[in-house]
């Protein structure tokens, strides 16, 4: 067994587990733990990472009181240069603590989102279910992708922030659409359509979030 600093992944709430994301974990052999969000946070200096998942909740709401802690933990992670994923919450929580701007969109986001970027492991398509956007990045972050909607990815130091769900599976998707039915009718269309969508892109997208993850990986975890 590897003596490597595990990787820990932050998750928020019971329907947005690691997915995908803990698939290439186990794929590349990268040791990883799971943190809730009412569970004592880690030290920041310690892990190889700390990925942040998404939550319902806004990353600049007062309650509960958990996202105070996780802001901070993010802050730390920052100074002492641990590799931070920020993925939709994980991202505006990241876009927070480097001094950046969130807020309530205009139009939530939902279903297939294509970014503009340079990069083509951040092109997707990806799946979008946001309700928030950054408004502005980090001072000192780069822009690295962005859809008419919203910015989509930006780099901060070691660390990178998507607005996007690469750690969404069929299942997960499934989850959600289940529990806010009307929302997904609304944004995305008809849920049960959008999933069989989903469940027949399945092996393209895990091979995209595996190609983005191995770029994270390669170009800021072990840079």
Known sequence: MSSAPAVVVVEHQEDDPAGLIGEWLD???????VVHAGDPPPDPATPAAVISL???????????EWIARHAALL??????????????????????????????????????????????????????WHSDSIIAAPPAAVELARS????????????????????VTPAIWGDWTSSEPEFARRHAGDPERFAAGIAARAVELRARVFA????WHSSLVLA
């Open 212 to 215: 983005l993850l191995d770029w």
């Open 75 to 128: 802050r730390a992670a920052l100074a002492a240069d641990t590799p931070v994923l920020g993925v939709c919450f994980g991202a505006q929580a990241l876009a927070l603590a480097g001094g950046g701007e969130v807020a309530r969109a205009p139009e939530p986001e939902v279903g297939w989102v294509e970014p503009e970027s340079d990069h083509p492991e951040l092109r997707g398509p990806w799946l979008a």
């Open 54 to 64: 998404g939550s319902s909740h806004s990353a600049y709401a007062p309650e509960p």
């Open 27 to 33: 794929v590349r052999g990268i040791a990883w733990a």
């Open 148 to 167: 008419p909607a919203a910015l989509q990815a930006f780099r901060l130091g070691r660390s990178l922030a998507v607005q996007f769900h690469p750690e």
